[in-house]
């Protein structure tokens, strides 16, 4: 479905979800989301005693509808305390509105104003859209690689046999290039220079999805992954996103061993992840 433009999109009021009444309303749109069965449902009390214990919860409303939320909770990262943001959801009728945007953005305002300088969260890095929005959009990185992280036998699997494999994504919210993001600076011209100067540097894509390159030394190098891998799962080609999981799991985490991190995201006909060394080993 393609978003509709800026000026047609319906005005997005966010607020806190702070009544027993709101926290029952999220189980629902779990379900209707991602599709979770009972077992791997957030359940309201979850969200009643992290939000008094400092998570932060918001909903967003377009007229009186709850179209959507997003949810952390306070954490420990790298010996800091963290938001860990466990929950984005907007329901299918409303998505491409920009309303997981506004969500995001809402969340690091309440973030930084309680003095937080960092929030993380999971995603599956197969999922090109989201991995646009995360890192192109608002700016986050990642230098982790988390293998079979939630285990599989439920609906957070791309299939039934398929591994959940997740990034775990650093979102700077102080840091000068977010704010820039913040402002809808997206280097752009930047971007269309990179992915031409970047087209040898490519460790894996379409033709070297199982067999990708693992030597490549250069300052920035790219990671292909599929532009929408709903078409396979409908088609139940599950063996090309398993191969497609297997070989970016082998790329980012090679290449995260040595020093590189997730910058950026290209998105267009063919999707990449932008790597940049970061420091040597
Ligand atoms: C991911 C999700 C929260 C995004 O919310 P949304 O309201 O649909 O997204 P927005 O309209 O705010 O768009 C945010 C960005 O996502 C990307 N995006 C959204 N729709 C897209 C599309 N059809 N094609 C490509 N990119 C798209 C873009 O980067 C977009 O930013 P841009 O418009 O500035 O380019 C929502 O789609 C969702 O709930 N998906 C299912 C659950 C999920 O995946 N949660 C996130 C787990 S990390």
Known sequence: MKAPSPDKRPSVRIRELTSISDYRRLPDIQVLVWGHGERDLTPAHQYRISTQMGGILLGAFIKK???????????????????????????????GYGVGKALKWAQRDRALRQGYSRITWTFDPLQAKN??????????????YLSDFYGTGSALNLGP???????????????????????????????TALAKALERKTASSNSRAVNPRLKLHDKRIL????????GWREKKRLDLIAAWQAGLRRVLTHYFGQGYAVVDFLFGDRCFYVLERRRSR
Not at 133 to 141: A, D, M
């Open 161 to 191: 046999k398929i591994p959940t494999d997740r990034l775990l994504m650093e979102w700077p919210i102080r840091q000068k290039r977010v704010e820039r993001r913040r402002r809808g600076n997206f280097d752009t011209c930047e971007q």
């Open 131 to 144: 991995a646009n929005l995360n890192f192109h959009v608002l700016g986050g990185i990642c230098r982790t």
């Open 65 to 95: 509808e709850l179209a959507g939320f997003v949810y952390s909770f306070p954490a420990v990262f790298n010996r800091k305390l963290v938001q860990h943001s466990h929950h984005l959801a907007v329901l299918p009728q409303f998505q």
């Open 223 to 230: 990671a292909e992954v599929p532009l929408d891998i709903r």
